[in-house]
Each structure stands twice: as C-alpha cells, then as structure tokens.
C-alpha cells in the first residue's frame, strides 16, 4: 500500500459525522457577477428562516466576504490547520447571527497537509457539520484547479450567470470542464443557475434558456433554474457601506427575491438528502483528489 493509498484510507476512516450539515457551493464562471453578494445574503435570509448558518469563504485571494460584511476575522482556516486554533476561535460571528470562516491561504495550502494534519483537519470538520444547518461555500471565481475542485465535490451547486456575453461564455466554459472530470459524478450534482443583474424575470428566464439548450446539447451535466435577481442599485450602495443589502434595505426587490430563494431551497425536495455529504466529506473528496495528483 503506498502513500497516496493510506491517506486516502485514513482519510475516508475519519470522515464519518454522526450528523451532516447541507452543503452549498456558490460559483460563477468569472469575478465580479455579484457571488459573494449572493452567498452572504443568501444565509442571512436562510438564518432568518431559522438555520444555523455559516460561511465559508474559498476565495483566499481576493476575501470578498469579509469586505461585504465589514468584519475582519482574527483567525482563519490556516490557524485551524498549522496552528491549533479551535473551530470556535475561526468562526467570525456575522449579522442575523450568520458564522463566517475565513479560508485564508489555508486552502491552497491543502495540498501540504501531513496525515496528522489530516486527521485533525476532518476531525474539526466533523464538529462544524454538527454545529451548522447549512454550509455556503463561497468560490473563487474563474476555472481555476481551486475552484474546479471544490464544484466537483459537491453535491449542491449555485451557478450565478449575468446577461455579459462573458459570463455566459466563461459558465459554460466551467461547466464544460467540470464535464470532463472523472472525479465527479454529474448525475449526484444538483446545478442552479442564479441570472443575476437583469432587468427582469422574463429576462432571467431567457438567460437560462440560452445557458441551459448548449448545456444540455453537447454536456452531460443537468443543471436546473433557481431564479432571476433583476438589477438593484442598492446592493452595490451596500457593497460600499460593507454591510449585507438584506440588513440595509429590507424593502427592495433584491431582499425580496433571496428571502424566496432561502424559502424555495428549503422546501421540501429541494435538498440533495441522498447525497448530504457534510463539509467533513467534500474536503475529504477534496483531499483525496489532490493525494491522486
């Protein structure tokens, strides 16, 4: 048995919580489509209806959450892994009593994990699937190996497309690559598309349509349609006071589309259940996948 083998046996051994917390990744195929905007609204209005919240912020280049929320974190994930914080010492209390975890460089720093590391780092990951109801992951954007591996371990997937012939192009892009991938069973995937930034949901819905005849044609990738966000110039004034536009302008349209985002991934049978992995068992399908390479 070699190296590669006994991790990912270890791995798989010290990846079994008792209970799983519901993981969703947020993704686009290029920066600046509003993701962020999308996850940290996106679990204030899902800690509204009552669920334990956190965030967790992949983006360890550009730390677009912590920007959005106006709180910088004194420990991130890397001080979990090199330097014996607790789970409670990373985890950042947010508005409407959303968590946030700060990635830090600890996740292109995967890749160098000793076993004991390994083993600590699941064994953390077990307890925050027991705290949280539900995980938003939010990605870097772009097709990068990062980004790529986070979508292919998971088992929910939020897509935020806007009407820019970019963001069009550059989704599709990622989804093609995600389609080439051995390590990901596409059929256990659910994939939402998010249009974001149009002028209305007749508009959304057209953007999906487009998105969804060229997947559907040459990928064999199902990907479903969650909604439109029409254009709203008080998110980006929110963005500016870095604090979440669900906080600052209860009243608009914007508030009012991802309180019925939260209510519609809530209902019943919206939820991946035969695949609730946990946040333990997408970084031990991360890990797993790097251990390979």
């Known amino acids: ?16 919580p008792r209970r799983t917390a519901r993981v969703i990744t947020v993704t686009s195929g290029k920066g600046g489509v509003g993701k962020s905007s999308v996850s940290v609204n996106l679990a204030i209005a ?19 959450v912590e920007v959005m929320l106006g709180i910088r974190p004194k420990y991130n994930l890397a001080d979990l892994m090199f330097r014996g914080k607790s789970l409670s010492e990373i985890i950042t209390q947010g508005p409407d009593n959303i968590g946030f975890i700060s990635g830090g460089s600890g996740i292109q720093e995967l890749t160098n994990l000793t076993r004991d590391q390994i083993v600590y780092l699941i064994q953390k990951l077990v307890e925050l699937d027991e705290r949280a109801d539900i995980i938003i992951i ?37 989804l093609k690559t995600l389609n080439r991938r051995s390590d990901i069973a596409t059929s256990d995937t659910v994939i939402r598309m998010v ?18 005849l060229v997947v559907n044609r040459f990928l064999n990738i199902k990907m479903e349609y969650l909604g439109a966000i029409p254009m709203d ?61």
């Open 46 to 64: 899902l800690s509204r209806l009552g669920k334990r919240v956190v965030i967790l912020d992949a983006d360890f280049g550009l730390a677009n």
């Open 195 to 212: 249009a974001n930034r149009v002028d209305n949901h007749t508009d959304g819905k057209e953007l999906y349509d487009k998105l969804s």
């Open 138 to 174: 939010d990605t870097g954007a772009g097709i990068n190996d990062s980004v790529l591996e986070f979508v292919a371990a998971s088992s929910e997937v939020l897509l935020v497309v806007t009407p820019e012939p970019t963001s069009i192009t550059d989704a599709y892009a990622l």
């Open 233 to 293: 110039q008080n998110v980006s004034k929110a963005v500016i006071r870095q604090k979440p536009a669900l906080t600052l302008y209860p009243n608009t349209q914007f508030t009012q589309t991802l309180t019925s985002f939260a209510a519609m991934l809530c209902a019943p049978g919206k939820e991946n259940t035969n695949e609730k992995k946990g946040i333990a068992q997408l970084f031990t399908n991360l890990l797993r996948y790097r251990i390979k390479k």
């Open 1 to 16: 048995m070699d190296q590669a083998e006994r991790l990912r046996k270890m791995v798989y051994e010290q990846s079994a």
